[in-house]
């Protein structure tokens, strides 16, 4: 038996009585009860299915299956008679949000010749994929103004059954897809369309559109638009948002712009001074260490061992060193958690390949690293500690460098 579907005898029934002409489980254990009628809507063309009670279980998905209008349930029903009672509130949004994409796809249609590919009803935004290579806020400005006209105008939303033959009637924006129980939505001297959704009775349902933004989709361009009650919600949120700024920024909203700029650009002001100073910094602590080498009898060492610092610091100072000063060889360790890190570095005037005095090296500590001939950096497990570290490594050198 097949249901009948009080939703397109009139898409304003939220409550009915019905025969429960069925009732079962499905294979994934879900309960769900047919009926000999229903207004429920099941998910399809894009629109979102109703929830809502039957005889106070919560149906919180319907789905049509083979002519087979499916109610799922939070619990079995025994009963042969229901009183059913929809969410109208999420209804009538999908009533707005429905009838509203297809006055903003003709009227995208009509005024720039974009064609509507897909249509999705989210539960925050709804989207249509345009065939246009880019869009323009010109473009978006005009169409939602003449969209909006239409929904002021208060036109009729008309449905009519046809036959197949009866369509070359009408001129359709797109080819139906079924043949038999073709159902058109019209907005007569506006827009024809094969659609199987509910609508309001009238374009001032809907409200309003407003476009909210757009991206590239695959080979299309998908805009986000919010209709009906949404549009309000939107701009209550976006309201609030802007006084939040307002008073974050200090700045009335038509200063807000000008005055997050100035932040940026005091911040990028900001990081360029501390890289300079930190530069300096690297810079006099690399004085510091030099005066304090020790002097041996082919060259000049500097040890040092750093708790938790950065590794490009390290690098970049015994880079600067080695460069400031002939005959020196720098050998940094850097303890960071449980790993110990190395910088090598040697300048002009000392022969050791630092790349093969790191092999000698990083065993010790299991570790792993390279450079170049000059300086060389790595880090490894902290088996030992930084001190016997260091004193290993200045015997390396003393070998190295008197061998
Ligand atoms: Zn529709």
Not at 123 to 142: G, H, S, V, Y
Not at 143 to 167: D, G, P
Not at 173 to 186: G, M, P, W, Y
Not at 227 to 250: F, S, W
């Amino acid at each position: 038996m097949i249901t009948e579907k009080l939703y397109y005898q009139d898409p304003y029934i939220s409550f009915f009585s019905a025969q429960i002409i069925h009732s079962n489980k499905d294979e994934k254990g879900r309960f769900y009860v047919i009926l000999d009628q229903t207004a429920f809507y099941p998910t399809g063309g894009g629109q979102p299915n109703d929830t809502g009670t039957i005889n106070g279980a919560h149906v919180y998905n319907v789905e049509e299956e083979n002519g087979e209008v499916r109610h799922f349930i939070d619990r079995p029903l025994e009963e042969n008679k229901c009183y059913a009672e929809i969410d109208w509130t999420r209804r009538f949004d999908h009533m707005q949000q429905h009838a509203g994409q297809h006055i903003l796809s003709a009227a995208y249609e009509d005024m720039y010749g974009y064609k509507t590919v897909s249509f999705h009803l989210g539960a925050e935004n709804c989207t249509i994929d345009l065939e246009a290579p880019a869009l323009n806020e010109e473009e978006a400005k005009r169409v939602e103004e003449r969209a909006n006209t239409v929904i002021l105008e208060n036109r009729s939303i008309e449905t009519r059954w046809v036959t197949e033959n009866e369509l070359s009637k009408f001129p359709l924006r797109k080819a139906v897809s079924v043949t038999d129980n073709i159902r058109l939505v019209i907005i007569p001297d506006f827009d024809y369309n094969g659609c199987g959704g509910t609508h309001p009775n009238e374009t001032g349902q809907v409200g309003s559109v407003k476009i909210l933004h757009w991206e590239k989709h695959k080979k299309n361009i998908r805009v986000h638009f919010v209709c009906g009650d949404r549009v309000l919600k939107q701009l209550q949120e976006k309201h609030k948002m802007i006084q939040r700024l307002t008073a974050t920024l200090n700045a009335p909203q038509t200063d807000l712009e000008a005055a997050a700029n100035r932040i940026l650009q005091k911040q990028e002001d900001l990081e360029k001074t501390i890289t300079q100073l930190e530069a300096e910094l690297l810079e006099q602590e690399a004085h510091k260490l030099i005066a304090q080498a020790s002097i041996k009898d082919h060259y000049k060492l500097v040890t040092k061992i750093y708790k938790e610092n950065s590794m490009k610091k390290l690098q970049q100072m015994a880079n600067s060193m080695i460069h400031h000063t002939d005959g020196l060889l720098v050998l940094f360790i850097n303890e960071n958690d449980s790993k110990l890190q190395v910088v090598c570095a040697r300048s002009n005037g000392i022969g050791i390949n630092m790349q093969e005095y790191i092999r000698y090296i990083l065993p010790e500590i299991n570790g792993k690293g390279g450079g170049n001939e000059m300086i060389v950096q790595g880090g490894g497990d902290m088996v030992l500690s930084s001190e016997s570290l260091m004193e290993v490594m200045i015997r390396a050198a003393d070998k190295l460098l008197t061998s």
